[in-house]
């Protein structure tokens, strides 16, 4: 790539303060050809870096790309698989609180039909009781009238008793006073008879 260049030397020479000479300095000269030369290979140094560069832009670029496109692809992997999951764990939990919910709903309707038949049993429990209440208080009147109905015929009773035990006294005391008079002409007819008796027994 690179030319070997022969450049031509040229001494100058100078007098020192000792009246010597000596070599002060070396130039090269560089002829008109030889910068163009220079140059060029300067510019196609350049395209070769910028050559070189491109390369690996266009690699870095392909590399980036194809990595983007590997992340892509695991990332788009990644999401389906978090998705499928999540899809499988929302149907695997939406199924069970599905089944909690239909059972739910289950037992509130027993519950609803369980209350609606207590509520029945309730009314008609109340109704019975009304009735009952409703009957106790006819029993109760119907006891009250006849224990009134009770007094008043012991009441009745009792005057009654009265009034026989009175009569009964009453006649007690005429058969009394018929017996004792009975029983004094029987006793006045025997000693009468005594009487006779011994007087006939006296006479005869």
Same mark, same amino acid.
């Given at each position: ?5 022969? $450049?031509?030397?040229?001494?100058? $020479? ?11 300095? %070396? ?11 220079? @140059?060029?290979?300067? #510019? ?7 050559? +070189? ?7 870095? =670029? ?10 892509? &692809? ?6 389906? %698989?978090? &998705?499928?999951?999540? &899809? ?23 519950? #609803? ?12 429990? &109340? ?28 009441? =009745?009773? #009792? ?9 009964? @006294? ?6 009394? +006073? ?8 029987? %006793?006045?007819?025997? #000693?009468?008879? %005594? ?10």
């Amino acid at each position: 790539m690179f030319r070997e260049v022969t $450049l031509q030397k040229s001494e100058t $020479l100078i007098m020192d303060k000792h009246g010597k000479k000596r070599p002060l300095v %070396t130039t090269h000269v560089v002829p008109d050809d030889v910068g163009g030369e220079v @140059q060029n290979m300067l #510019e196609r140094f350049g395209a070769d870096i910028n050559k +070189a560069l491109l390369a690996k832009r266009k690699r870095l =670029e392909m590399y980036t790309k194809a990595s983007l496109k590997t992340s892509n &692809q695991k990332i788009e992997h990644v999401w389906k %698989t978090q &998705q499928e999951q999540r &899809q499988k764990l929302n149907h695997e939990f939406s199924q069970q609180f599905l089944t909690l919910f239909q059972q739910w709903d289950i037992d509130v309707q027993k519950a #609803e039909e369980q209350e609606e038949k207590l509520t029945n049993i309730f009314r008609q429990q &109340q109704k019975v009781f009304q009735q009952a209440r409703i009957v106790q208080s006819q029993r109760l009147k119907t006891i009250k009238q006849l224990y009134d109905q009770f007094l008043k015929s012991m009441e =009745e009773l #009792e005057k009654n008793n009265e009034n026989l035990l009175a009569g009964a @006294q009453s006649e007690l005391r005429k058969e009394m +006073a018929m017996l004792q008079k009975k029983i004094m002409m029987d %006793t006045q007819q025997q #000693e009468m008879a %005594t009487v006779r008796k011994s007087l006939q027994s006296m006479l005869f």
